[in-house]
């Protein structure tokens, strides 16, 4: 069915989003006007042939809102129970959209709207997670670095299946969002299926303020030289000021190298990374390029004016997505430089906030963008030049011990305790989830240097001890493969 643009001129712009789907947190918002420079080119499109038989003519609009208004009628005068007009208007709207098979394309009522709109300020409470409907279940993109969410141990790639105990299956994604969402302090319990995990695993977190500081900055020194370290958790209103403001200062003082991170980063206003492409990105070079339904492109390109001459590398994971996907892009195939980690998500394309007029929204794909050298990244990835996985216990789940584990005993939750048992030094000797005479060695020796009872059982008291181990390695910068890769790189050159 085709619908002219007419039939949505009533609907107001708002904002244009490159974001991964939902959020427990901000939802991602992006100003695509005024570019630096924008170059229109027009993409080659590969035709779909369509036989006569199955092909459906084009409607008038006149034609559209007959039928519609036919089918609103039958169904209001004629269904056995009496139905609220406004649940078959916004029912119609929700079925237009799930026929696109689209999981970032969704409708706001009114209520969600607001919240969308309140989520915008410098803080909010929730858990910190950046969220998408894929497949029909709400899945994880991202938790947002040091969150609730990530505390918690939550993953890119979990589906949501169970909130507070009470199936979400039917659910829209911003009605399982608002479920999620709540007041500091107060506790929401998520049920998750994770991928290669046989069993559901239970997570309890403790909403918080979450602040949008979003970027962090430190000094790396190795071998006599200075290698800044700039972490992106976000595109913000104020990240691409910051992200300048500390690179001025690093320049001016003298580094070696820069490594920019945006691992776990999941996206935001696409101004905010156009901006910092300018300052790192080759001049000349595209940062990103969005493509429209015509296959017409604008492309975005870089006005720095003289290239670095120090290295740039920056460091990915599943978790980084949308904006943090087109800034690694640019980086990896406008400006040569290494990209270290591990694939990324996979976002993109980009919606408009669109308003109904009553205060509700659709939220709804316009564009897809192409990475600088204009290849499609969306559900596939930016692949790093240099892949680097992180120690198993950085991906273990947390436990959640109901009955202590203990000798014979097998389980998901035994080869979770052991892959820490073994990141923390200790031998289990093996880590496939039988809990054999030698893990109940690894168990009390653990017992004892953390001044637990010596039993040899894996109760509640000994499962948060080792979590909390497990939490200390995986801050701690020495563990961290990717980054240390990152370091040896840039003194290599």
Do not use: C
């Amino acid at each position: 069915m085709y619908i002219n643009r007419k039939a949505i001129a009533f609907l107001i712009f708002v904002a244009v989003l490159v974001g991964a789907g939902g959020t427990f947190a901000a939802m991602s918002v992006f100003d695509l006007s005024a570019p630096t420079e924008v170059k229109t080119e027009v993409a080659e499109k590969n035709q779909v042939e369509t036989s006569e038989e199955e092909a459906s003519p084009p409607l008038s609009m006149d034609e559209v809102l007959a039928k519609f208004g036919k089918a609103y009628q039958i169904i209001n005068e004629s269904y056995v129970e009496e139905i609220e007009d406004h649940k078959l208007l916004e029912g119609a709207i929700q079925g237009m959209l799930e026929t696109l098979n689209d999981p970032y394309s969704v409708y706001m009522d009114q209520r969600t709207a607001k919240q969308f709109m309140d989520s915008l300020d410098s803080h909010f409470q929730g858990i910190g997670a950046e969220v998408s409907m894929t497949n029909g279940k709400v899945t994880i993109v991202a938790p947002f670095r040091d969150s609730p969410a990530e505390k918690a141990g939550l993953r890119p790639n979990d589906q949501i299946i169970q909130i507070d105990g009470e199936s979400i299956e039917g659910l829209s994604l911003h009605e399982a969002v608002l479920k999620i969402r709540g007041e500091k302090g107060t506790v929401v319990n998520l049920t998750i299926e994770r991928p290669g995990v046989t069993e559901p695993i239970e997570l309890a977190v403790t909403r918080d303020d979450i602040p949008i500081e979003t970027i962090r900055t430190s000094v790396i020194e190795r071998n006599g030289q200075k290698i800044a370290l700039i972490e992106i958790t976000s595109f913000s209103e104020g990240t691409a000021r910051d992200f300048a403001n500390a690179l001025q200062e690093y320049e001016q003082e003298g580094i070696a190298g820069l490594i920019i991170d945006v691992r776990g980063n999941p996206g935001g206003y696409l101004r905010s990374v156009q901006e910092i492409g300018h300052l790192i990105v080759p001049g000349g070079k595209p940062i990103v390029q969005i493509e429209d339904r015509k296959g017409e492109r604008e492309r975005y390109l870089s006005s720095l004016k003289e290239e670095k001459d120090y290295p740039i590398i920056t460091l990915i994971n599943k978790g980084s997505a949308s904006a943090s996907e087109i800034l690694a892009a640019a980086l990896k195939e406008a400006g040569g430089h290494d990209v270290v980690g591990e694939t990324t998500f996979g976002k993109g394309t980009v919606q408009q906030a669109l308003q109904m007029g009553d205060g509700s929204e659709i939220k709804l794909t316009l564009y897809r963008w192409l990475t600088s050298a204009g290849n499609n990244i969306n559900e596939v990835g930016v692949d790093p030049t240099v892949m680097v996985k992180q120690p198993d216990y950085f991906y273990v789940a947390p436990l959640n011990i109901e009955e202590p584990l203990k000798f014979d005993m097998m389980g998901e939750q035994i080869k979770n305790a052991q892959i820490m048992l073994k990141g923390l030094g200790l031998e289990p000797g093996r880590v496939d989830g039988y809990f054999g005479e030698q893990t109940k060695k690894a168990v009390m020796a653990f017992q004892r240097t953390n001044d637990l009872e010596g039993t040899g059982e894996i109760d509640e008291k000994t499962a948060t001890a080792l979590q909390q181990k497990i939490v200390a390695e995986v801050r701690n910068k020495e563990n961290d493969r990717q980054l240390n890769t990152a370091i040896e790189l840039i003194l290599q050159r």
